[in-house]
C-alpha cells in the first residue's frame, strides 16, 4: 500500500471509486428489447429541443413499443416548432410518428419552460438541453419525481459535479431511474470486450491512448442584432466553457469515460496542453481547438488523450489499451485471447432509450449518475490542467470551487469571458 499512499491513494479511494468496476461489465442493467405485449404505456417529454434531443425521442419511439411523445420545452420557441415539425414528418422519423402526441399547450417555451414541463403528467423527461444547466434540470427532474435520461456531459465545473451527486442521492431514495448518453456503456459490442479485459483477456493494463479528432467546431447559429448577449450564447452554447465544457468534456468525454471503464478506477492526478491555433471571429466563444492530456492512473499507467477540432484534416476516435498480453482497439482485441464483434448494432441511441424504458417498467431502478458525474469531473480535471498548464489532481479537483455558471440566467447582458491561456489567470 505504500504506492498508493505516495500516489495520494487510499483504500476509501478504491471503495469510492469501485462502483466503475461493479457496473463496467454490464453497462445499465437492461440493454435487452422489450416484448410487444402488456407494456405499459409510457409518456415522455424532452427538455432541449435541438437536433440531439429531437433524435433522442425518435430514438425512445425506436426503443420500444408504447411510447408516447407528450411534451417539449426548450428556451427558444423556433427551436420547439423545429422539433415538433420533425417529429411530425415520417420520411424523417422512419415511420415513427404514431407516438406523437404533443399538444399545443404542452409546448414550453423560455428559460424556464423547464419547470412547466416538469409539472405535467410524463413518466420520464430527456434532459438534452445545453450542457452547463444539466445540474439544474435535473435536479428540478427529480425533485419532481421524473425518471430521467441526461445526455453527457452532465456538468461543465466541479460546482455542478457536486450538483449530479447530491441529486443522485435523492433519485435513489425515490427509487428513479437516471440514464447517461454515453452510447459504449449500451453498446453490446463494447461491453462485451471490456466483460473479456476485465476477464484478463489483454493481461494487465500497461498504457493506453483516446482520442477525438473531428473537423472545426459545429453547431454555430450565427448572429442576430436582436438577440441579447445571454441568447447569442446559449443558441451558440457549443462555443462556450460555462455551457459546454469545451471539446473535451463536451465530444471527448466518451472515450475518457471509455478510459475510467476499462481502468476500473478514476485517474490520479492530469497534465495537459493545447490552444486555439486557427484563427477564429472573437464572437465564437472562448473554447480552444486543441488539446492533449496525459492521465496517470493508479499503479503507474498513463492514458494519453488527444483532442482536435480543425477543417479538412484526418476525422476519428477511440480509445485503445495496450496489456501484458495483448491489445485492445475499438471492437477488436489482438494478442494471446483474440476477439471480434460479429454482430449487428443498433444506433447507440436506441440501446440508451431502452435501458430507461425497460428499468421503468420492470421497476427495477437503476442509477448512472455517479458514473456521469465522474466521467465530467475526469474531463474536467484535464481540461483545467491545460488551460492553466499546472499539474491537477483528482481530490483537488473535486472540491475544487470553480462555478462557471452565470449569477444571473436571463436574456440580456451575460459574462464575456476570454479565451483562456497557460500561465495567466483565468479569464472571469
Known amino acids: 500500500m505504500e504506492k498508493n499512499k505516495e500516489d495520494g491513494i487510499t483504500r476509501r479511494y478504491f471503495l469510492a471509486t469501485g462502483a466503475v468496476a461493479a457496473t463496467a461489465i454490464s453497462g445499465f442493467p437492461f440493454v435487452r428489447t422489450c416484448r410487444a405485449q402488456s407494456v405499459k404505456p409510457l409518456k415522455v417529454g424532452l427538455i432541449g429541443c435541438g437536433g440531439r434531443g429531437t433524435a433522442s425521442l425518435r430514438e425512445a419511439l425506436q426503443a420500444a413499443p408504447g411510447i408516447h411523445v407528450v411534451a417539449l420545452a426548450d428556451p427558444f420557441k423556433d427551436r420547439i416548432e423545429r422539433c415538433l415539425k420533425t417529429l411530425k414528418d415520417p420520411k424523417r422519423m422512419g415511420g415513427l410518428i404514431q407516438g406523437v402526441e404533443v399538444k399545443p399547450d404542452h409546448c414550453f417555451a423560455g428559460l424556464d419552460g423547464y419547470k412547466k414541463l416538469l409539472e405535467t403528467d410524463v413518466d420520464w423527461v430527456n434532459l438534452v438541453g445545453p450542457p452547463g444547466f444539466r445540474p439544474r434540470h435535473f435536479a428540478a427532474a427529480i425533485d419532481a419525481g421524473k425518471h430521467v435520461f441526461m445526455e453527457k456531459p452532465v456538468a461543465t465545473d466541479p460546482a455542478g459535479v457536486r450538483k ?11 427509487g428513479l431511474s437516471v440514464v447517461v448518453g454515453f452510447d459504449s456503456r449500451h453498446n453490446p459490442s463494447r461491453i462485451e470486450a471490456v466483460k473479456r479485459i476485465h476477464n484478463g483477456a489483454i493481461g494487465e493494463i500497461t498504457s493506453g491512448t483516446s482520442y477525438n479528432y473531428t473537423r472545426w467546431v459545429r453547431w454555430y447559429h450565427g448572429d442576430d442584432p436582436s438577440w441579447s448577449e445571454m441568447e447569442y450564447q446559449c443558441r451558440n452554447w457549443y462555443y462556450f466553457c460555462w455551457l459546454s465544457g469545451d471539446v473535451i468534456v463536451e465530444q471527448s468525454i466518451h472515450t475518457i469515460d471509455v478510459n475510467n471503464w476499462v481502468m476500473g478506477v478514476y485517474p490520479i492526478r492530469a497534465l495537459g496542453q493545447g490552444g486555439r491555433q486557427l484563427p477564429l471571429d472573437p464572437r465564437r466563444g472562448n473554447i480552444w481547438d486543441h488539446m492533449t492530456v496525459d492521465y496517470e492512473y493508479p499503479n503507474g499507467v498513463h492514458i494519453i488523450h488527444m483532442d482536435r477540432q480543425w477543417p479538412n484534416c484526418h476525422g476519428s476516435g477511440r480509445a485503445g489499451f495496450i496489456g501484458t498480453k495483448g491489445k485492445y482497439t475499438g471492437n477488436e482485441i489482438t494478442g494471446q485471447n483474440p476477439w471480434k464483434f460479429k454482430g449487428k448494432l443498433e444506433r447507440a441511441g436506441v440501446y440508451e432509450q431502452r435501458s430507461m424504458i425497460e428499468s421503468i417498467r420492470k421497476g427495477r431502478p437503476g442509477s448512472e449518475a455517479e458514473n456521469g458525474a465522474y466521467a465530467a469531473l475526469t474531463a474536467i480535471m484535464g481540461r483545467e490542467s491545460a488551460y492553466t498548464g499546472k499539474l491537477v489532481a483528482w481530490d483537488e479537483m473535486l ?3 470553480l462555478d462557471l455558471f452565470p449569477k444571473k440566467v436571463e436574456f440580456g447582458p451575460a459574462p464575456k ?7 495567466h489567470p483565468r479569464p472571469l
Request: no cysteine; hydrophobic share 30%.
Open 164 to 174: 449530479i451527486l447530491e441529486t443522485a442521492k435523492r433519485a435513489k431514495e425515490k
Open 399 to 401: 472540491n475544487s470551487d
Open 417 to 423: 469571458r476570454g479565451v483562456p491561456i497557460p500561465g
